[in-house]
């Protein structure tokens, strides 16, 4: 069966190990190294955006948008582009590769698509039916 290779995004991650925090961004696959190569490219051509993400260790890893005061800490500046491109220089750089069987995955598609238009199937000659039913008891 034909196998297709699909890969994550890129999380590119900077840890912080004296605030206890990590900090990541997300960039296109394979998109980090190329950058390290020519980093005069666009960031856009790179990330997904300019936010830059935090965590607490200790916090099951929950993260969210970092505050200004911890990229003042950590970064020495609030501007997220100077982040953004220190994340990018330094940061390990974590992402995933997996491959799916495109037959099985088509066919459980079709299933599925298949089952759902029989239930509406269903549902509208059941609808039909109790319309008709409610307009003949007028007559």
Not at 92 to 98: A, G, T
Not at 111 to 128: D, F, G, K, M, P
Request: hydrophobic share 40%.
């Amino acid at each position: 069966m034909p196998l297709v290779t699909f890969k994550t995004p890129e999380r590119v991650c900077w840890d912080d190990e004296k605030a206890g925090l990590s900090f990541f961004i997300v960039a296109q696959p394979e998109s980090t190294a190329k950058w390290r190569e020519n980093p005069s490219a666009p960031l856009d051509d790179v990330v997904y955006s300019q936010d830059v993400f935090s965590f607490k260790k200790d916090n099951d890893g929950l993260s969210r948008v970092a505050s200004e005061e911890e990229l003042m800490q950590t970064f020495k500046t609030k501007d997220t582009t100077a982040v953004v491109r220190s994340i990018l220089s330094a940061g390990e750089i974590k992402s995933k590769e997996f491959e799916l069987e495109v037959e099985a995955q088509t066919t459980t598609a079709m299933n599925a698509a298949s089952h759902a238009a029989n239930v509406a199937s269903e549902a509208a000659t059941t609808a039909l039916e109790g319309v008709k039913g409610y307009i003949s008891s007028f007559w």
